[in-house]
């Protein structure tokens, strides 16, 4: 969870792969309207491909919206081609275009603790 207590004008970001079915992007947005509702702060989507907003265009959006600080959550399972070279491209871009924004870029879903905590406890229901 992110803690921020200053007057800082911060956004997240939940970041997906993208799908062309329509029901993919609901669901992306409404998880993403939940957490934003439990959290009372901005939470948005993004799609690497696919899918609208591109992450591109959510970055530049948080910036016009006036976010100083901007907190990117991967939501992937796996280290892949997206997370070890789509993405790092365009995060350097937009760090080159907007060098005064805080962006905070998250480990992917696979990689963090939590989530592997978080699996292991509902499969350990299974057995």
Not at 98 to 104: A, E, S, T, V, W
Not at 109 to 121: K, N, R, S
Request: charged content about 20%.
């Amino acid at each position: 969870m992110i803690a921020d207590h200053s007057n800082i004008k911060t956004c997240v970001i939940l970041l997906f792969h993208g799908s062309r079915l329509e029901s993919a992007k609901k669901e992306a947005m409404e998880l993403a309207e939940h957490v934003s509702s439990t959290l009372a702060r901005p939470v948005v989507t993004a799609f690497l491909q696919m899918a609208e907003p591109a992450i591109e265009q959510a970055l530049k959006d948080a910036v016009v919206a006036g976010n100083i600080r901007i907190h990117l959550y991967p939501m992937f399972t796996l280290t892949g081609r997206h997370i070890e070279e789509d993405l790092p491209k365009i995060l350097s871009e937009f760090r080159s275009s907007f060098p005064r924004i805080q962006l905070h870029v998250e480990p992917h879903l696979g990689a963090d603790p939590a989530f592997q905590h978080w699996l292991c406890e509902r499969l350990s229901h299974g057995f």
